[in-house]
């Protein structure tokens, strides 16, 4: 039995929207407190629609693959729906995660969440 | 694939293959059963015991038990001595931080019943200072236990020292030899131990087959109740055929000890080479005081898990310390004990090269390891951090 979907390894082994945004609006860094894992999201917001999104993870596969879900899920989309993306749903995105691994996709929406709140108070 | 995690498991040789098939074809009767058939399975287990005896310069073979492996070794001959230690009053025990789990939590236990247990600091290099083991014995020491060499970082210890130290202080001294046993010349005569601990798939053995040799006056407590085998201690009628495997493969590995040992150090040594030309490396574990096999680095900015994909990708299967390949999500003992902090030993990578190596082999795990450390680094938020000087490098 692989441990991860295929989904998993696909995102894993080609993820999508990696690297930095020089100028982007909202960025997020978050830590796991379970295993010390860090992700980084970088927003490039513009008429509240988010342009464009891209990650940094230094992390396990299922880690590297729910933060390039993430990064699909959100990108074009309004900050209000990004604002409401769950671990659930970028795992059930990725065909589910091994239980043990449910923490690595709880980081990609905080890592989410706290590069929209940075946008947020950029804006004041 | 290149099989890089000898460490874990190895592939049952040919050899003892044969052996197994052969006992079970021909000579599967049940040891105990006094007719002629079960004789015979008998006398198979017999002269198993004997040879293994001879090959570890064991006085008696039936200083030899036999067990379902390792794990199970390790805790009979721990739990044994705390028996006989308490009879005494003796409560204490010696041992190190970077034992294997099957040592490490049966000391838990035994701490739980009241034990006292000091674990010898196993420093920088991964190596136990005898002079250290000296110091931490007291009045009411009835056991040390040191690994042979490490599963993970592969550094042996000194355990013909330690064990002169244990037996002028009048203390028992058991080895877990798991991962040296048919790779290193072992002489438990002359190494002063008095226990250790074998598992056959380490050296081209079955799997769930081991033994523990115990020097003659020494008593063993059950872990195991029931029937009469094994002299009484240990109940379940033997895997006749595993043993016997066991057998064989222990004597093709001591043929040719001398030459894998050659080989394999000489493999071993230009794949740290290699690997020690990636920036912000480094080895874990003394590098000679290791086995012919192991290879094991920290590399800092990666994790490990995503390593070992990416190669499992490539066709290289290897294992890792880090947290995120541990279903506790806690990164290795055996790394922390050596003083790799949290967010290095994550970039752990472990390979332990088996007899089959190739030259080719060599260059192409250098080739991607470089490559896959330097893809992880390139989308790594830590690595990015300590390239701008915003973070200090540790390695
Ligand atoms: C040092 C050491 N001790 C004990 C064991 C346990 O052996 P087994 O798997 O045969 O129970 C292992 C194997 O993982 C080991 O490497
Ligand atoms: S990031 Fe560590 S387990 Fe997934």
């Given at each position: 039995?692989?441990?991860?979907?295929?989904?998993?390894?696909?995102?894993?082994?080609n993820?999508?929207n990696?690297?930095?945004?020089?100028?982007?609006?909202?960025?997020?860094?978050?830590?796991?407190?379970?295993?010390?894992?860090?992700?980084?999201?970088?927003?490039?917001i513009?008429?509240?629609?988010i342009?464009?999104?891209?990650?940094?993870?230094?992390?396990?596969?299922?880690?590297?693959?729910?933060?390039?879900?993430?990064?699909e899920?959100?990108?074009?989309?309004?900050?209000?729906?990004?604002?409401?993306?769950?671990?659930?749903?970028?795992?059930?995105?990725?065909?589910?995660?091994?239980?043990?691994?449910?923490?690595?996709?709880?980081?990609?929406?905080?890592?989410?969440?706290?590069?929209?709140e940075?946008?947020?108070?950029?804006?004041k | 694939?290149?099989?890089?995690?000898?460490?874990?498991?190895?592939?049952?040789?040919?050899?003892?293959?044969?052996t197994?098939?052969?006992?079970?074809?021909?000579?599967?009767?049940?040891?105990?059963?006094?007719?002629?058939?079960?004789?015979?399975?008998?006398?198979?287990?017999?002269?198993?015991?004997?040879?293994?005896?001879?090959?570890?310069?064991?006085?008696?073979?039936?200083?030899?038990?036999?067990?379902?492996?390792?794990?199970?070794?390790?805790?009979?001959?721990?739990?044994?001595?705390?028996?006989?230690?308490?009879?005494?009053?003796?409560?204490?025990?010696?041992?190190?931080?970077?034992?294997?789990?099957?040592v490490?939590?049966?000391?838990?236990k035994?701490?739980?019943?009241?034990?006292?247990?000091?674990?010898?600091?196993?420093?920088?290099?991964?190596?136990?200072?005898?002079?250290?083991?000296?110091?931490?014995i007291?009045?009411?020491?009835?056991?040390?236990?040191?690994?042979?060499?490490?599963?993970?970082?592969?550094?042996?210890?000194?355990?013909?020292?330690?064990?002169?130290?244990?037996h002028?202080?009048?203390?028992?001294?058991?080895?877990?030899?798991?991962?040296?046993?048919?790779?290193?010349?072992?002489?438990?005569?002359?190494?002063?131990?008095?226990?250790?601990?074998?598992s056959?798939?380490?050296f081209?053995?079955?799997?769930?087959?081991?033994?523990?040799?115990?020097?003659?006056?020494?008593?063993?407590t059950?872990?195991?109740?029931?029937?009469?085998?094994?002299?009484?201690?240990?109940?379940?009628?033997?895997?006749?055929?595993?043993?016997?495997?066991?057998?064989?493969?222990?004597?093709?590995?001591?043929?040719?000890?001398?030459?894998?040992?050659?080989?394999?150090?000489?493999?071993?040594?230009?794949?740290?080479?290699?690997?020690?030309?990636?920036?912000?490396?480094?080895?874990?574990?003394?590098?000679?005081?290791?086995?012919?096999?192991?290879?094991n680095?920290?590399?800092?900015?990666?994790?490990?898990?995503?390593?070992?994909?990416?190669?499992?990708?490539?066709?290289?299967?290897?294992?890792?310390?880090?947290?995120?390949?541990?279903?506790?999500?806690?990164?290795?003992?055996?790394?922390?004990?050596?003083?790799?902090?949290?967010?290095?030993?994550?970039?752990?990578?472990?390979?332990?090269?088996?007899?089959?190596?190739?030259?080719e082999?060599?260059?192409?795990?250098?080739?991607?390891?470089?490559?896959?450390?330097?893809?992880?680094?390139?989308?790594?938020?830590?690595?990015?951090?300590?390239?701008?000087?915003?973070?200090?490098?540790?390695?």
């Amino acid at each position: 039995m692989a441990l991860y979907s295929e989904k998993v390894m696909d995102h894993f082994r080609n993820p999508r929207n990696v690297g930095v945004i020089e100028d982007a609006n909202g960025i997020g860094e978050v830590g796991n407190a379970k295993c010390g894992d860090i992700m980084k999201m970088y927003l490039k917001i513009e008429d509240g629609i988010i342009e464009d999104v891209k990650f940094e993870t230094f992390g396990c596969g299922s880690a590297i693959a729910s933060s390039s879900m993430a990064t699909e899920l959100i990108k074009g989309k309004p900050v209000e729906d990004a604002m409401k993306l769950t671990n659930e749903a970028v795992a059930e995105a990725l065909d589910g995660l091994p239980d043990y691994k449910m923490h690595c996709s709880v980081l990609a929406e905080e890592a989410i969440k706290s590069a929209l709140e940075d946008y947020e108070s950029r804006k004041k | 694939m290149i099989y890089a995690d000898n460490a874990a498991t190895t592939a049952i040789s040919e050899g003892a293959l044969k052996t197994f098939i052969k006992v079970n074809e021909e000579t599967w009767g049940n040891p105990s059963s006094l007719y002629t058939f079960g004789q015979k399975a008998k006398e198979i287990l017999e002269g198993t015991r004997e040879d293994i005896a001879k090959a570890i310069g064991a006085e008696f073979p039936r200083e030899i038990f036999f067990t379902s492996g390792g794990s199970e070794a390790d805790n009979q001959a721990i739990i044994s001595a705390a028996r006989l230690g308490e009879r005494k009053g003796k409560k204490h025990i010696v041992s190190s931080a970077f034992e294997h789990h099957a040592v490490l939590h049966t000391l838990e236990k035994l701490k739980k019943e009241g034990f006292e247990i000091t674990l010898v600091d196993v420093h920088e290099n991964g190596l136990v200072v005898p002079s250290e083991v000296e110091a931490a014995i007291k009045e009411d020491t009835c056991l040390v236990t040191i690994m042979y060499a490490n599963n993970e970082i592969g550094t042996i210890q000194p355990i013909k020292e330690i064990g002169e130290i244990c037996h002028k202080k009048g203390v028992l001294f058991h080895t877990d030899a798991v991962q040296a046993i048919g790779h290193l010349p072992i002489n438990v005569a002359d190494e002063n131990i008095d226990m250790l601990s074998a598992s056959a798939h380490k050296f081209h053995g079955p799997k769930g087959v081991g033994f523990l040799y115990v020097k003659k006056g020494i008593a063993l407590t059950n872990i195991i109740e029931g029937g009469a085998q094994e002299r009484g201690k240990r109940a379940g009628t033997e895997n006749v055929a595993g043993i016997a495997a066991m057998g064989t493969a222990l004597k093709e590995a001591l043929d040719n000890l001398d030459d894998n040992a050659k080989k394999l150090s000489e493999k071993r040594d230009r794949i740290i080479k290699g690997l020690k030309e990636i920036e912000h490396s480094a080895i874990n574990g003394d590098e000679t005081k290791r086995l012919p096999s192991n290879v094991n680095f920290c590399f800092e900015g990666i994790e490990g898990e995503s390593l070992l994909l990416l190669l499992d990708d490539r066709g290289i299967a290897a294992s890792s310390g880090s947290a995120c390949t541990s279903g506790s999500l806690d990164p290795s003992h055996v790394l922390l004990a050596i003083g790799r902090v949290h967010d290095v030993a994550h970039g752990s990578l472990r390979l332990s090269i088996g007899e089959d190596i190739t030259d080719e082999d060599v260059e192409y795990i250098i080739k991607n390891v470089k490559e896959v450390v330097e893809y992880l680094r390139s989308f790594s938020p830590v690595w990015r951090n300590l390239v701008a000087g915003k973070a200090e490098f540790i390695l």
